[in-house]
C-alpha cells in the first residue's frame, strides 16, 4: 500500500530531519546569532580590527610619531584633519589612537594565546595523569595565585628587556592559572567517559589520549574563556602602561593614553576622553561576545 504524503507534511519531515541531523555545533551558531547584542558587537568588533589595520599600516592622514610644533595641544576640529585634537607634543591623536587600539588588540591575541597554549596544556596533564603529580600541579598554581601579578610581570621585562612582543608574552605567561584550573576540572570529567576508557585499553599513549581526545573536547568552555580573557588582558597591559611600564614612546597603546590623558584632563580633556571611549567599546563588545558565546555553550540552556 503506497502512502501518500502532502506536501506541508513533506515539509515539515525535512524541518524534523534538519533539526535532529544539526549538530551540538551548529545549535550553539544558531543560539548566538540569535543573540542581537553578540552579533552588534562581532559587527563593531571588526570595524574596530579595521580601524587597528588602519592605524598599524599608517593609512591616516597624519603619521602617529609626527609633531606639528604649532598644534600643540590643539582641541579637535576639522581644519586639517585633526578630528581628536592633538596631544602636548603636537601628534595628531586619531593616528595615536589608533595605533593604540591596534597594540591592545595585539596584546590581547597575543597574550591570550600563550596563556591558552600554557594553560590548556598544564590543566590537561594534570587533570589526566592525576595523583601526586596532579597534587603537586595545582599546588604550584596555588603559589602562583598568591603572589602578586606586578611582581612576576616586572621580573620577566627585567629578565627579558622592554620588547613588545616580551611584553606580551609576559602578560601572558602569568595569566594563564585560571585557564589550567578550568581545564583541569574539565579533563578530570572527560577521563572517565566510555571513549577516553576505551583508548586507554586499546594501548593508546597517555599523551596521544590527551591530544586526540581531551584537549578537542575542552574547547567548548576554553573558548568562551578566551573571549571572556582578552579584556582582561588589555586591561592589564594598560595598567602596566598607566605605571610606565609598558611599551615605549614613540609606540603608544590605549593604556598608555589614559594614562596620559588624565594628567592633562583639566586643560586638555580630549586627551582622556577618545581613547577613553574607544577602550571602553572595545572591552564591551569583547564581553558581550563572551557573555553570548557562553550562553550559546552552555548545555544547561539548550
Known amino acids: 500500500m503506497t502512502t501518500i504524503i502532502t506536501p506541508d507534511e513533506k515539509e515539515a519531515l525535512m524541518k524534523s530531519a534538519a533539526v535532529k541531523g544539526r549538530s551540538l555545533w551548529d545549535d550553539a551558531m544558531a543560539r548566538l546569532i540569535r543573540n542581537k547584542a553578540a552579533v552588534t558587537s562581532m559587527w563593531v568588533l571588526g570595524l574596530l580590527v579595521v580601524l587597528a589595520l588602519v592605524g598599524q599600516l599608517e593609512l591616516w592622514v597624519h603619521d602617529y610619531d609626527f609633531l606639528y610644533r604649532d598644534l600643540v595641544s590643539a582641541p579637535p576640529s576639522l581644519e586639517n584633519w585633526h578630528l581628536f585634537g592633538t596631544d602636548g607634543q603636537g601628534r595628531d591623536l586619531v593616528a595615536r589612537t589608533l595605533v593604540g587600539l591596534g597594540v591592545s588588540l595585539m596584546v590581547g591575541i597575543v597574550a591570550t594565546f600563550v596563556s591558552l597554549v600554557i594553560g590548556v596544556t598544564y590543566g590537561a596533564i594534570a587533570g ?25 610581570v616586572i621580573i620577566l621585562m627585567v629578565l627579558f628587556g622592554r620588547n613588545i612582543i616580551l611584553i606580551f608574552v609576559a602578560i601572558g605567561a602569568v595569566e594563564w592559572l585560571t585557564m589550567a584550573r578550568i581545564v583541569r576540572g574539565q579533563t578530570i570529567a572527560l577521563k572517565k567517559m566510555e571513549f577516553v ?55 603608544t597603546s590605549l593604556g598608555q593614553l589614559i594614562s596620559l590623558g588624565a594628567r592633562e584632563m583639566e586643560l586638555s580633556p580630549w586627551l582622556l576622553f577618545f581613547p577613553a571611549i574607544t577602550m571602553m567599546i572595545t572591552l564591551f563588545s569583547l564581553n558581550f561576545i563572551g557573555d553570548g558565546l557562553r550562553d550559546a555553550i552552555d548545555p544547561k540552556d539548550r
Do not use: C
Request: glycine share 8%; net charge negative.
Open 128 to 152: 589526566f595523569v592525576g595523583g601526586a603529580v596532579d597534587q603537586a600541579m595545582m599546588r604550584f598554581v596555588d603559589i602562583m595565585y598568591s603572589l602578586p601579578f606586578i611582581f612576576f
Open 197 to 251: 576508557e576505551a583508548a586507554e585499553a586499546a594501548g593508546v599513549s597517555k599523551w596521544m589520549i590527551i591530544r586526540r581526545h581531551i584537549i578537542p573536547n575542552v574547547l567548548g568552555p576554553v573558548v568562551v574563556y578566551v573571549t571572556l580573557m582578552i579584556p582582561v588582558v588589555i586591561l592589564a597591559e594598560s595598567f602596566l602602561s598607566f605605571l610606565g611600564l609598558g611599551v615605549q614612546e614613540p609606540l
